[in-house]
């Protein structure tokens, strides 16, 4: 085996691709978290499409009902290590839809640093959902050793500025109306594992877990 195969191979075994994390919303609502593949292009397609206008204004800048094939070919290329994403389904929902998903981007191939964002439909937010999808794709980054997001924000948009300013996030700066924050994901991460109030939260992170971390 290469060089390059070994690397691959490394990469396949650190990633969380068997996993599914079953566990509930704030309220009660039942949902499965697991990792984005190429194959769910369709059903991001079908999820961006049941945003309301203002939210896929607040998360890709344009209030468009549908994206350009191109972006949506993007966001559902993931390969587990320059892309890094994780969804979430509402599993107690008629045909398990998506209702989620976060998304981690390197800015250059193996490079520390990449982008964050993340985006729930409208009926599901304020349910603890985006903080659930964050800790599994932390966990996934520090695997993958992403140690740093750049985060940037329409500055109307408060909930998205709250959950990163809740995760340490520090503000950079702002330019036409987007603000700019920087996450490290290790902080990150120890400020998810200490909110005990979260119990999806830290359901998902027993269920990512290393073997020495459960055992403790």
């Not at 503000?171 to 490290?184: H, M």
């Not at 400020?191 to 119990?199: E, G, I, M, Q």
Request: charged letters at 25%; one cysteine or more; hydrophobic letters at 45%.
């Amino acid at each position: 085996m290469d060089r390059k195969a070994q690397g691959q191979a490394a990469r396949q075994a650190r990633r969380f691709g068997d996993i599914a994390v079953h566990s509930a919303l704030n309220d009660g609502t039942a949902v499965c978290l697991r990792t984005i593949t190429p194959e769910d292009e369709e059903r991001i397609r079908e999820g961006i499409a049941k945003l309301s206008a203002e939210s896929r204004y607040l998360r890709f800048f344009s209030p468009a009902p549908a994206l350009p094939d191109a972006v949506v070919h993007r966001l559902a290329d993931v390969d587990g290590h320059d892309h890094i994403a994780w969804g979430a389904i509402c599993s107690e929902c008629p045909g398990w839809p998506a209702i989620g998903a976060v998304h981690a981007v390197r800015h250059r191939h193996d490079g520390p640093v990449g982008e964050f964002s993340v985006a729930v439909l409208d009926e599901f937010q304020g349910r603890g959902l985006a903080r659930m999808m964050t800790a599994a794709l932390l966990v996934d980054c520090c695997a993958e050793g992403l140690a740093v997001l750049d985060v940037h924000i329409l500055s109307e948009n408060a909930a998205a500025k709250r959950l990163v300013k809740s995760l340490g996030a520090v503000w950079t700066g702002e330019s036409a109306g987007v603000a700019e924050y920087r996450l490290d994901v290790a902080a990150g991460l120890a400020s998810l594992r200490a909110d005990t109030d979260a119990p999806g939260v830290q359901d998902v992170l027993r269920a990512l877990a290393g073997p020495n971390e459960r055992e403790g």
